[in-house]
């Protein structure tokens, strides 16, 4: 290990020790499962968002068994507004494969969380590094920005996944003891999350900002604009507007499968039109029992709520203001072929059950 590298070990872990924030994502009394749920939700999501939905899910499903059985429905909704809600059923599979191939406990070695559905490389090292103490590289979008910022003079790294070469660097820099490794990863990772930030380093807070490269050279900006992922107008907008609809016809069956009547209220036929339909709108009867209810719930009747909303009702829900007129109709065929949706012979959309 060179001067340089110790330097930097030494400087950041000594930061994370007094700067890290206190997430409960990474206490050690984590298991290797949290762990996992984890870093698959916090790729593509803030992590104040990811916290609330992760403190749930845990509690709800502690084990890779718990959510192997749950429907993929419940696992949509209990996934809320994380977005890529395909990671949802992703790790609802990946929750299946460890409790049947591994016993329900989480591998241990990098090559096999690796070939668990829905894990790529870098929710494999970093639950290899975080879980299981291995010194292995752990490459997530802050940790490249300050390696690159600091030993290549570089303001991002290249939007591609990281290559050969700078895995292998980032693999040289770890630290060969375990436990070490494993506080470099989190250190290094939290120094981008909260200092080396993308649009504005705090580089007067920084532990290594006397070496590090670009700052020394005059913050050169890297050539090209950084793409931004556009929200408004979207596909991903529009599906997400189907997803909240069939969450919230999901939920009221929930709810009302816990009361064992409808939670929306007492009154006879509540929350429903008046032929004891849902109240979200006009559909296909078709399917439901010889009463116009679900054939999926026993119960009184007159409060049982439909499964799923309409075709039409799904389309108006994909339908943003001004959109291409194509686009609801393409979202809907995406999701359903995403299996994220589901459609009865009769026609109702639903969540995949
Ligand atoms: S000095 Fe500034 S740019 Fe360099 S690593 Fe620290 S925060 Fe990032």
């Known amino acids: 290990m060179s001067e340089h590298a110790a330097f930097l070990h030494e400087a950041i872990i000594s930061w994370y ?14 298991s290797a499962w949290g762990t996992l749920v984890f870093e698959v939700m916090s790729q593509q999501t803030p992590i104040p968002r990811v916290q609330p939905i992760w403190v749930q899910w845990m509690e709800r499903w502690p084990t890779p068994a ?12 209990a996934w809320d507004r994380l977005g890529y809600p395909s990671r949802a059923l992703r790790l609802r599979e990946c929750a299946e494969a460890i409790a049947t191939s591994y ?12 070939g668990l559905p829905g894990i790529g490389p870098y929710t494999a090292s970093a639950v290899a590094s975080f879980s299981y103490h291995q010194p292995v590289p752990v490459l997530d979008t802050n940790i490249r920005r300050v390696l690159g910022r600091v030993l290549d003079g570089v303001e991002r790294p290249p939007a591609s996944a ?7 660097r980032a693999a040289a820099l770890v630290p060969a003891d375990g436990d070490e490794a494993a506080a470099w990863n989190v250190s290094i990772m939290e120094l981008g999350a909260l200092v080396c930030t993308a649009r504005s380093p705090l ?12 700052r020394a050279a005059g913050y050169p900006a890297a050539p090209g604009k950084k793409r931004t992922q ?4 979207t596909d991903r907008q529009a599906r997400g507007r189907v997803m909240a609809a069939l969450r919230a016809a999901h939920q009221k069956l929930e709810a009302w499968d816990e009361d064992g009547r409808s939670g929306l209220g007492e009154g006879p036929r509540s929350g429903l039109g008046e032929d004891g339909r849902s109240g979200l709108g006009e559909g296909p ?20 709520p439909n499964v799923g909303i309409t075709m039409e009702q799904a389309l108006k829900a994909a339908t943003l203001p001004g959109a291409d007129p194509t686009q609801a109709q393409r979202v809907l065929e995406g999701l359903l072929r995403d299996g994220l949706v589901s459609q009865s012979p009769d026609g109702w959309i639903h969540l995949p059950r």
Do not use: F, I, K, T
Request: glycine fraction near 12%; charge should be negative.
């Open 66 to 77: 718990d959510l192997a059985a749950a429907s993929p429905a419940e696992v949509l909704v």
């Open 230 to 233: 556009a929200w408004a107008g």
């Open 162 to 168: 990281p290559g050969r070469v700078e895995v292998a």
């Open 103 to 114: 016993e329900g406990e989480v591998p241990s070695s990098y090559e096999e969380l690796l």
């Open 203 to 214: 580089c007067q807070a920084c532990p290594v900002d006397e070496v590090c490269a670009w």
């Open 285 to 304: 009867r078709s399917g439901l029992g010889e009463d116009g209810r679900s054939g999926l719930a026993e119960g009184p009747r007159s409060a049982v």
């Open 17 to 30: 020790d007094h700067h890290g924030r206190d997430l409960p994502m990474r206490s050690p009394s984590v």
